[in-house]
């Protein structure tokens, strides 16, 4: 931890280390501390970057400027696909992005079949997540140690 940022690995695209402004949610290149362990990982979608990572002892889950402590984001995050448009729609209280689902062009796609939401989706794995306090723990311990703090 770095005063209000922090450091997070990115998914999909260039595997690199970045550093987040917890604050603005501007995001950074951190070349000179690519020994450090990351506290979490980081997303970006059209222009908007998208967080999960711990700060002290806490899981966060961030939306480019805005971020909500991850045990209480529960009862205010919707994950849904509109197979008409073949669009997932992805909200967290007032936010809402919809975005080209993962399954879009595939073939072989069935959606009377259970899907891999959250192994093909960064926001399926997030809706997943949320009813998943055993991983959110896991992630918590093992982050918060990478921060040097032991919880």
């Not at 059209?46 to 045990?71: I, K, M, N, P």
């Not at 967290?92 to 079949?113: H, M, Q, S, T």
């Amino acid at each position: 931890m770095m005063g209000n940022k922090v450091l997070v690995g990115r998914l999909y695209g260039p595997r690199e280390i970045l550093q987040l402004d917890v604050d603005s949610g501007a995001i950074s290149s951190c070349a000179e501390f690519v020994e450090t362990k990351v506290t979490g990982n980081i997303y970006i979608l059209d222009g908007h970057t998208f967080a999960l990572y711990v700060e002290g002892s806490t899981l966060y889950f961030q939306w480019d400027d805005q971020r909500w402590d991850f045990s209480g984001l529960s009862l205010k995050v919707a994950y849904h696909h509109d197979f008409s448009r073949k669009i997932t729609v992805f909200s967290v209280d007032n936010k809402l992005i919809e975005y080209p689902a993962w399954w879009n062009g595939d073939p072989l796609f069935d959606p009377n079949i259970p899907e891999y939401d959250e192994e093909e989706d960064y926001f399926g794995y997030i809706f997943s997540l949320k009813n998943n306090p055993s991983l959110q723990i896991s992630l918590q311990k093992t982050w918060s140690v990478r921060s040097g703090v032991r919880i």
